[in-house]
């Protein structure tokens, strides 16, 4: 008969963190910026139709790195958090910090149950407030623990180069044009240093504009739009960006 | 918080399970109790006394279709409100208008809006015009109960169809029979009245300012026979709402516009109280 061998909790975490933290590293990292219109989500995504971001509620916005079913599925839970608590209160009573909460102790719960596989992902819920300083910015990584950002925020597999490197660009009331090139300056640098091209089509690109008269703030950005925010040499660009919102 | 109540603050397992993109179906699985349709009512003699909303008009035109409701509410014979709103969008492309009970009423109206956002979110694509229209006759069915105590909820729905390119109407009954309406159509009290004057005034080839006013005399002319339908109250400055749903979206007239048309319409039937006639032959 053999003797079950005896894992440290220490041992066991650290294992798990590992798993978790491999699988998130397998895809492609992603950055939210605050602009000084709203909050822009940036990432690169070959897919058109499987997001890594969207809309959870009115002024709160959603992203994700790592394996997808598992952020899917969080990502439609945390839609029916918010639709849920908005019909039984009211509209205002929805808040991002309440989301962040159910997703921290939901993956926590998740983490350290022994029974469950950790989930592989790292979340970002943001709300674009009325002000830039009413925006709020969560960062959620696979152990449930959450981290309060401001300014910009990474996660993926390679995220601490590339916040390293946004912290030091990153501004205050940048246009969107200037912060989604910044975004995409980041992306596009391999761990090793060099640099390569990411083409427009591979970019997924979504916003949290408080300028949009609508209620519900989320919109994506696609197609011409994006190219000409690309293309557009900063502040020049903002003068069509937020016109032409629709065209999804 | 009442998404946590049934657990230590992780998302209840009935949150992650893959399932419907419904709202409605995911309320009627976790908490039934909040469904409108699963309320019961104690045995009440008689009819409930609750205010009603009235009239609602809806007109298409090419490119379009213009949705509209007076603003009173009656419970019995007495004016229960003057300002009520009866007309609300239902998305980016489609708006209801609901004649009947009225706290029923807006409470469906939140529902239905819920619901097609809800689909939107979670599918990441709206749903169909007809979608759109057959989850409102569920919504319709399950208030059937209520509706046998007089607690009746009678909408009617328009929207731009993307798909195809024009505005579209549906009409339904309390059962929640839904039934596509070509050119224009009217729900409540008044609604005899208003399609008589649509009836008389309505043309294939409208343009929107044309279709605004038309909908806007059918409500006169609704108001004229009908004691539960209000007319533009000019005294208070409250006319009728009036919403337009084309390629663009949804959009409601501002009180300033739908002042100018209700003017207009006062002006020429202060000379002819009847209105505008239709040719004889």
Do not use: C, W
């Amino acid at each position: 008969m053999s003797t079950p061998f005896y894992v440290s909790p220490q041992q066991a975490m650290a294992d798990r963190a590992e798993y978790a933290r491999k699988g998130i590293a397998r895809g492609r990292s992603l950055v939210v910026l605050q602009y000084a219109d709203g909050i822009v989500f940036v990432g690169e995504n070959p897919s058109r139709a499987l997001h890594k971001f969207s809309e959870i509620y009115d002024r709160i916005g959603f992203a994700a790195a790592g394996k997808y079913n598992e952020y899917e599925n969080l990502r439609i839970g945390g839609v029916r958090y918010a639709d849920l608590r908005g019909y039984t209160y009211d509209r205002d009573d929805v808040t991002a910090r309440g989301l962040a909460n159910v997703y921290a102790q939901t993956l926590g719960t998740i983490f350290s149950s022994a029974g469950e596989k950790p989930y592989e992902v790292e979340l970002v819920v943001a709300e674009v407030g009325e002000t830039p300083d009413g925006d709020q910015i969560y960062r959620l990584p696979h152990d449930g623990s959450i981290v309060d950002e401001h300014g910009s925020v990474a996660v993926g597999g390679n995220a601490e180069q590339i916040s390293g490197y946004l912290d030091q660009r990153h501004r205050d009331g940048m246009s969107l044009a200037e912060a989604l090139k910044l975004a995409v300056q980041a992306l596009s640098r391999d761990p090793n240093g060099s640099e390569r091209e990411i083409p427009a089509e591979r970019l997924e690109v979504a916003v949290l504009d408080r300028t949009r008269p609508q209620k519900r703030k989320f919109r994506r950005i696609v197609g011409r739009q994006l190219s000409r925010l690309l293309e557009a040499d900063g502040a020049a660009a903002e003068a069509g960006g937020s016109e032409d919102s629709d065209e999804e | 918080m009442e998404a946590n109540t049934r657990s230590t603050g992780r998302l209840p397992a009935a949150f992650l399970t893959p399932g419907s993109s419904s709202f409605m179906d995911f309320l009627s699985e976790h908490q039934p109790e909040l469904l409108p349709g699963n309320r019961q009512l104690p045995p009440t003699q008689g009819v409930i006394e609750a205010p009603h909303g009235t009239t609602i008009v809806s007109v298409t035109f090419p490119g379009g279709v213009v949705l509209a409701g007076d603003r009173r509410a009656t419970m019995g014979n007495v004016i229960a409100q003057r300002d009520i709103e009866k007309v609300f969008p239902a998305d980016e492309y489609s708006a209801v208008g609901i004649a009947g009970t009225a706290g029923l009423a807006v409470e469906m109206v939140k529902l239905f809006q819920l619901e097609l956002e809800h689909f939107e979110k979670v599918e990441g694509a709206q749903l169909s015009l007809e979608g759109k229209a057959n989850r409102l006759s569920t919504m319709i069915r399950s208030n059937l109960g209520m509706a046998m105590q007089g607690l009746a909820v009678v909408p009617l729905f328009a929207g731009y169809d993307v798909d195809r390119d024009k505005g579209r109407i549906f009409s339904y009954d309390v059962t929640g029979g839904r039934s596509e309406e070509h050119g224009y159509a009217a729900t409540g009290s008044g609604s005899i009245f208003a399609r008589g004057a649509m009836k008389k005034l309505f043309r294939e080839d409208l343009s929107e300012a044309e279709a605004t006013t038309l909908v806007v005399q059918a409500l006169y002319d609704a108001a004229d026979d009908d004691s539960a339908t209000g007319g533009p109250d000019v005294a208070r400055r409250i006319y009728p709402i009036v919403t337009v749903i084309t390629e663009d979206g949804f959009r409601r007239l501002t009180d300033d516009e739908s002042s100018a048309i209700a003017r207009s319409v006062l002006e020429r039937r202060l000379e002819q109280p009847d209105g505008p006639r239709a040719a004889l032959l």
